[in-house]
């Protein structure tokens, strides 16, 4: 599929789970996987890193 | 088998292993994203699907709490607990936990204003190490080298005004070897352990590209590690050690979402497997 942001082709590995990052290749966003239906997804936005993440 | 959940909000190689190891051990597994879940005062147990006992991993320490906080409120067992979590999450709090628990940690101070962060710097004398009282990975810890360094972080502290940022964290400098201790305590057992040398800064988190060496869990670092996660309650915890040069082990952090993925690339104990087989001790019966 394509990054929502440029339009770069993203790889999707087959094994990438809901919640998993894809970082576009080309302009560098971050998607979060929303949903996945066997090779379609549906990308959201990742969230910026917060204050309070970490371990 | 159980009914294990795992709660997330980015799915992070950890959640990756933890789930897979679940599967792998036959147990009903399924992951919820607390980011879409909704949740109120008028639900129920029965309204969901959160299992038999759910491992909490938000990244988001603030998240994570609450969400804890309303599991619990409907009777299911989290790991960790939400006085477990609300404690490491806290830096103050963990070395009040530590020193009260005479679990060996560096000496620090707390200061509620600029005003007199300034005056316990001069009183006890640079260096110091300045860390945020909430967050991870190293990020916004600072080595106050003199009261110009001083000056500008605290004055940008002030400026940022976040309702954490007037809350000052000030640490000794401790005099150690370039590297730090990553203890993994699930339960009453120390399952792995590793050294993480610094890459240049005095820093020597993993996220900030420590390289990960294993450590041998002598007794005397078996001892102190469980001595601190009892502590601040116990659970899945994550005890970092340095090596002072005259006092010998000291607790200075406890991470209640531990990662562990560095450490699984040296540990000999299969780490997610230990934290699965912990849960299902935990859970409903």
Known sequence: MNCPECDATLKIPDDASVGEIISCPDCGSDFEIAQKNGSTCQLKHAEKVGEDWGE | MSKIRIVFDRV???????????????HDTKMIDAKITRLSTESKRSD?????????????????????????????????????TNICGNKIVTSLMLKKHNVPTPRTY????????????????????????????GRGVVLLKDRDTADAIIEVRELSDGPLDRIYYLQELVKRPPRDIRVIVVGDQVVAAMYRTSSGS?????????????????????????????????????????????????????????EFKGLSRVSKKNIPKEMIDFAVKSAIK
């Open chain 2, 48 to 84: 969901f699907d959160f299992g038999d006992v759910v491992l909490e991993r938000c990244v988001s320490y603030f998240r994570g709490l609450h969400f804890t906080a309303c599991l619990e409120f409907l009777d299911i067992p989290v790991i960790n607990k939400f006085e477990v």
């Open chain 2, 110 to 137: 707390f200061s509620f204003s600029s005003e007199t962060a300034l005056e316990n710097l001069e009183k006890v004398g640079y260096p110091m190490v300045i860390k945020p009282v909430v967050g991870s990975w």
């Open chain 2, 202 to 258: 005095f820093k020597t988190n993993i996220a900030l590209g420590a390289e990960p060496i294993e450590c041998e869990i002598t007794k005397e670092l078996e001892d102190i590690s469980l001595r601190a996660s009892k502590a601040v309650g116990g659970g899945i915890l994550g005890v970092d050690l340095m090596e002072d040069e005259t006092r010998g082990l000291l607790v200075h952090e406890i991470n209640s979402t531990v």
């Open chain 2, 12 to 26: 992070r190689a950890e959640e990756k292993m933890l789930e897979e190891k679940a599967i792998e051990l036959g």
